[in-house]
Every structure is written in structure tokens, then in C-alpha cells.
């Protein structure tokens, strides 16, 4: 499960950041990025993950400007929360 508060960094951003989230015990985890249309957008992250603290990389460049949802999911654990992409 997903055992620290994920977050992405920098929020609002405008070219690059990372989510960073924490495992108490390996499990699969799958990071993605929807638009507010409910569309997925960017898959981040995809597998098996050790326990501890990650952080993967979002590049948001190619996005356009607005708000997204990003989702960390962990075995049976989801934690979600929004970002902004500014131009």
C-alpha cells in the first residue's frame, strides 16, 4: 500500500517535476496523468516497486496548459490529487 502522501513537484508546473510517493512493502504500482476529461494522458510508472520512498518523472512539456489528475496506485491502494500545467 502506499504508505506516505504521494505528491507531484513542482505544482504548479511548466516543464518537468516527479511524483513522489512511499511503499511499506513491495508492490506493483502504476502512475498515470488524466486530463479533466477523464482521459489518460501519460502512463509514468508501470511495475514492481521495493518498499521505501520513489519518485518518478513527469515531463509535462507536451501537455497543454490546465488541470490534471494523477493516480498512484499500489496493490489495492489509490491515492489521487490534482496538478496544474502552466504555459
Not at 486530463?35 to 516497486?49: F, I, K
Request: aromatic fraction near 6%.
Amino acid at each position: 500500500a502506499v504508505e506516505t502522501e504521494a505528491r507531484v513537484t513542482p505544482n504548479p508546473i511548466a516543464g518537468t517535476g516527479r511524483v513522489e510517493f512511499g511503499l511499506a512493502e513491495a508492490a506493483p504500482v502504476t502512475v498515470e496523468v488524466f486530463n479533466a476529461l477523464g482521459q489518460r494522458v501519460a502512463v509514468l510508472a508501470e511495475g514492481t516497486y521495493a518498499a521505501g520512498t520513489h519518485a518518478v518523472a513527469f515531463d509535462a512539456r507536451d501537455l497543454p496548459a490546465g488541470v490534471y489528475v494523477w493516480r498512484v496506485r499500489a496493490d489495492a491502494a489509490v491515492q489521487t490529487g490534482q496538478v496544474v500545467v502552466v504555459r
